[in-house]
């Protein structure tokens, strides 16, 4: 039996179990969540390619499955970024049934995740950009759940997406084509003009973010957080897989100097963005975009540790990201409009919650954020001091207007419905602000998934 | 003749408000896409898009009529038609002139077929630029998707490449039908002056 063709036929039998139970509350998502646990925990500890015996019967599974003449692979190189999609997800629908997130979420997540473990397992790797372009698609059903006014972000994301693919793809002619071992300079520099679009859009590079923002205005705030955390993880596992596939690439010092430079970009102009919103969800989708520049910065900087650094914080972000979304979704439950003035007041642990969450995206001490900030200023080259005031900077910035929103969330101007935890979700909240603290107090605890994450990309870890 | 064809299908696209009669002149154009993609490849292989083409229109077509039943179209801000047809047409010349050669720079290509190719590029992504109605959204990229397809398809003629890109083709109409349908304000979305 083929591993991937078990993995992704299952995705697909989830997706549609899950959209037959779509009209019950719990159920869609109980069984997206179950699923995607197994999902990934069978591919962080399946035997592939190993002749096993259970109950006397001997069987083997095969890492590769063939479709129309490609090879889609599951290997050491990809199991430990295919697995985190799938547990992250696991993630999100196990506490979507707290957040409210539309009939759409648990049919077509599933469906957005088998797409993106696909995009991680199709050989050669360059048709992952196609990959990426049918779950943007999908990521539009889940940003736009039935009955609702169809967000104008959800299009942005489809015509970038759509532009990204076709620079990659392209990318992959003139190298397939022309020879990655004869690399011209003139080359070398159209490759990397074209890839350095097509992945400016993967990662959320200033200008290509807007989408997220215009999102923020509309979307529930959980599926946002969701949509965005995937598609940009699974959009860096691409970036460092082309890293880790092509030594030219790896070694030219344009791809660095251009990593940290979008990455302070992205840190500075965030930040700054995030500070002027006077929108909840706006300051936190700009608060992601600072985030995602520390995840460049960490790339371009080059120091050792520096994979580690960054497969950590792309975990930690996960969990900073669902806490404030889930934290969000819930406040507007009861909310009277997207203002959210007052909203703590009678949703105390879930604004706690929430406002945990965008502090790690901050990088505040004590939470998941910090240690990787610690740990990448810490070991910064003197040179790049300007790059270390603008991490800072960031810092503080988005602390600060993490600040301001609690004062404006705990403020007496409260005019939505008189109360709403209930036990179970106050149990929920209470497991998750533990979550976040745990993963700031003892971050040791990443290292679990950070180990077979760095062997996934064995050539960026010598 | 079918860069001919092409111009007129993609021009007209552009400046016409009729959905029906857009849905009918994207069949035309995929008929025609898939001729150009013949030209380099197997003319089974090539029919594949002629396929998937027919299938996203028809997809449009039906979610179209279901909207005009249901729910009457909220038509966003736009550009107007004089505006469509000078930029449509600015478009076309600069289409025309930078087709004269192999920009690409895609070994054994015909003129024709970079011609047809820079036309569906250069207004696919005048489409994108003039309006962001999700309807002409939809149009203007499988515009763009079908001029990049013309020149990808000599470069990557895999079959699983081919099923891949004609299922965003489908993809894009299922998503815009969905829009459409679910909301009854699609053309609505989005809308950019």
Known sequence: MSAPAFIFGLTAVLSAGSLMLRRRRWAPLALATTGSLLIGVFVLTAPIDTPRTLL?????????????????????RNRAPVAFLYLTGALFFGAGMFASPGRSFAPVGLLTLGLLGG??????????????????????????????????????????????????????????????????????TKVITLLGLGFSILMFVPPFHFWLGRAAETVNPFSLAFI?????????????????????????????????????????????ASAAQSDYSKMVAYALIADFG???????????????????????????????GLGAAMMLQTAADRKLMGAGRVNPLAASLSLLGAL??????????????????R???LASSAGVA?????????????????????????????????????????GGILLCLLLGGFPQLGLPWVAPAVRAFANLHP | MTVLVVSVTALSLTVLTGRVARIGLLAVQYAAVSWLTGLSLPLQVAAVKLVAGMIACGILAVSESKQERSTPQTVGREFGTLFRSFASGLGLVAAFSLGQRNWFEVPDIRQEAILGSTVLLTMGLLQLGLSGSAFRVCLGLMTLLSGFEVVYSLIEPSLAVLALIASIHIGLALVVSYLGLVSGVAEDAGSTP
């Open chain 1, 56 to 76: 006397g019967l001997s069987f083997e599974l095969e890492g590769g499955w063939r479709i129309l003449g490609r090879l889609i692979a599951l290997s050491d």
């Open chain 1, 119 to 188: 995009s991680l397992a199709i050989e050669p790797f360059l048709y992952a950009a196609i990959f990426l372009e049918l779950a943007a698609m999908a990521a539009i059903l889940v940003l736009n759940p039935p009955g609702l006014r169809p967000d104008p972000g959800s299009l942005q994301l489809l015509v970038l997406y759509t532009l990204a693919m076709i620079a990659i793809l392209f990318t992959g002619w003139l190298l397939d084509n022309v020879g990655v071992t004869s690399v011209t300079p003139e080359l070398a």
């Open chain 1, 228 to 272: 965005a955390v995937i598609l940009q993880s699974a959009g860096l596992f691409f970036l460092l897989r082309f890293l880790d596939s092509l030594e030219w690439l790896r070694t030219e010092p344009q791809v660095t100097t251009a990593a940290l430079t979008m990455g302070l970009l992205m840190a500075g102009l965030g930040s700054l």
């Open chain 1, 294 to 324: 520390v995840t460049l910065f960490a790339i371009g900087s080059n120091q050792p540790g520096g994979l580690q650094i960054v497969l950590f914080q792309v975990g930690v972000r996960v969990v900073s990201v669902a806490a404030w």
């Open chain 1, 360 to 377: 790690g995206l901050a990088g505040f001490p004590m939470t998941g954020g910090f240690p990787i900030r610690w740990a990448l200023l």
């Open chain 1, 379 to 381: 070991n910064a080259p």
């Open chain 1, 390 to 430: 603008i991490i800072l900077g960031s810092m503080l910035l988005i602390s600060l207007a993490v600040g301001r929103w609690a004062a404006l969330l705990f403020s007496p101007d409260w005019d939505g419905a008189p109360h709403s935890e209930n036990r179970t979700n106050r149990w929920i909240l209470i």
